[in-house]
């Protein structure tokens, strides 16, 4: 019988082979390995278990819910080679899922983001041109943030007015067409990056103002600061209107006739139609 590292290993290796990514879930599962390994076990049992997902304490009880979700699943696995495998029970750590009620942005809200994004320091820098691009393509798009990132120079055709979204969901591929003006953006950018970094270190489309990829966690903290700085959330506000919402708004302007989205900035700003 191989060891529990061994069988995490295969286990990921397994549920990739069918699809899943598991990007946190592997993290997630090696750590509960080492927590067995310091208790002085070598199978997984439901006291440990709990223990386990009960980390840390100050997490909402959503979290623990979800990492004891990770290892009952695979206990489950685990117990076809290893019989002593304990499966914690359904529902050991209840909780009370609260969905995210979604902000429907109206265009003068996106308006002041995207001067505000367009304003960032440095004045002579990149930064404000790039998330006046990003936000902007979250919004005509309907892309999620994390595609928007992973844009490659290869994914951004700015002749044809396409880009290639790959590994969605499912890791499946799909175009975007772009109105003509989102193109323009693009093109613009595109020329005033080129000429910053000459010599680029990364194949990312969209960089920060020191030429690297950019970090979904750095985007989210500018995008709150900059939500604060035009009023879409309070000063100490800890909720409110988030990236994922732009989704809503592109979704609400794909032509009903062809389901085509036709994104464009004019002026700079972003408006979504036909």
């Known amino acids: 019988m191989n060891t529990l590292r061994e069988a995490i290993d295969d286990y990921l290796m397994m549920r990739r082979a069918l699809g899943f990514k598991l990007t946190r879930v592997g993290g997630k599962l090696k750590h509960f390995a080492d927590f067995l390994e310091s208790h002085g076990a070598d199978t997984i049992t439901t006291l440990l278990a709990r223990q386990w997902a009960m980390q840390p304490p100050e997490a909402k009880p959503a979290t623990w819910a979800e990492r004891l979700m ?58 404000g041109a790039t998330y006046h691009c990003l936000f902007g393509l979250l919004v005509v798009t ?29 890791d499946k591929s799909r175009l975007l067409p772009l109105h003509r003006s989102t193109q323009q953006v693009l093109v613009e950018y595109a020329r005033k990056r080129d000429a910053r970094f000459p010599r680029p270190t990364t194949p990312h489309f969209l960089v920060s103002d020191g030429g690297r990829p950019l970090e979904g966690s750095t985007v989210r903290r ?18 409110g209107p988030r990236l994922h919402d732009f989704r809503h708004y592109s979704a609400t302007r794909i032509i009903p006739a062809t389901g085509e989205r036709r994104a464009y900035f004019p002026g700079n700003r972003v408006i979504a139609g036909a």
């Not at 595609?147 to 790959?166: M, N, P, S, W, Y």
């Not at 995008?223 to 506000?237: E, H, K, N, P, T």
Request: cysteine-free.
């Open 142 to 170: 309907g892309m999620r943030i994390s595609e928007v990132l992973a844009l490659k120079h290869d994914d951004v055709d700015l002749t044809q007015g396409i880009l290639i979204v790959r590994g969605a969901k499912f």
């Open 70 to 127: 990770h290892v009952r699943v695979f206990a489950h696995y685990r117990q076809a080679a290893d019989p002593r495998t304990e499966i914690p029970p359904a529902g050991l750590l209840p909780f009370r899922a609260e969905r995210a009620k979604p902000h429907f942005y109206s265009e003068a809200e996106i308006h002041r983001l995207l001067a505000a994004a367009e304003a960032l320091p440095p004045k002579d820098g990149l930064r």
């Open 222 to 239: 500018t995008f709150y600061a900059l939500s604060r700085a035009i009023g879409l959330r309070g000063a100490d506000d800890s909720y």
